[in-house]
DNA sequence: TAAGATTGAATGCTCAATCTTC
DNA sequence: GAAGATTGAGCATTCAATCTTA
């Protein structure tokens, strides 16, 4: 905890920005995550996990390679592959080069749910965030997420 | 689950916002849980339910205002706030007007919590998210944040 | 010793059920 | 019956400890 003499306050221009900001992070996973689950019963951690996988060659990934795309922990990661691998989505084997590694696959049944999921995922994001946003909102957008999402580190 | 015969997928220009952002929103409350976590043992959540209280006239407001301020259900307020009340930062009343009605008020130690917590808040939030970012970007990103928050609902 | 990954316990969140008052 | 709020069960996440290989 570095607690310096003197805290510089948000300035009101920040706090404007500030105060919406956390209102989207709060209330996007609620959204994102109640549609997936009632729809196919995923959160919205293990579709982007998912979506990850059957982009990639093969359709796998290192573990830790995996939890760097989907910006979330190691430890957490694996919690969420268990679940997946559960259902039959995803299987695990031992990475090839290094024996303290491990990779995680999509199957076949993986990318069925993520067909089965993604036309009623991409509505709600249109709904809840894209609708409402005119093409220099987005650019505006991706501009300034960007910018915070590169400074962004765990 | 309305399946539109066809989707409507991402642009390009969609997704360069959309993947920042979901990073955006995947990490912040990691690392402001983790500030307040280590230093002062709540999370952001918490820490966010005790600012709007200690805003609010008589530091005290309804169940059902409060989680509209915060963003969350109602039941998760309630499971956070016996939290808050377990350790003394929070007291609940039978609202004066609605017999239905509870109101969740903070107290001293809450408010000298706050105190405490809040220069490494405010340290972290600069460091994560305003320092990296310009003037111009701060009115950016309260015009496109707060163009997403409106339209956005439980 | 460090890196990659997993595990279990503790805590937080969601959902559905419930209770009380309107 | 609906609105305000709480509760408990089940799942998700964090943290620290652990194990294996580099």
Redesign the interface.
Known sequence: ????ET????SS??M???L????????????LDRQLR??VGIT??QY?ILTRLSAAVDGQLRMSELADG????LSRLSHAVSTLERHGWVTRAAAKDDGRGQTAMITEEGRQLLQLA???H??K??S??????T?A??????????????????
């Open positions: 905890m570095t607690t310096p805290t510089r306050w948000l221009e920040e404007e920005a500030w919406p900001l956390i209102r989207i992070v709060t209330l996007l996973p609620q959204v009632t729809d919205h951690v982007h989907v910006a979330i922990s993604a036309p009623g991409v509505a994001v249109r809840a965030v894209f609708d409402n946003l093409e909102d987005i650019t505006q957008l991706a501009d300034v997420a960007n910018r915070i999402a590169e400074n962004l580190e765990p």
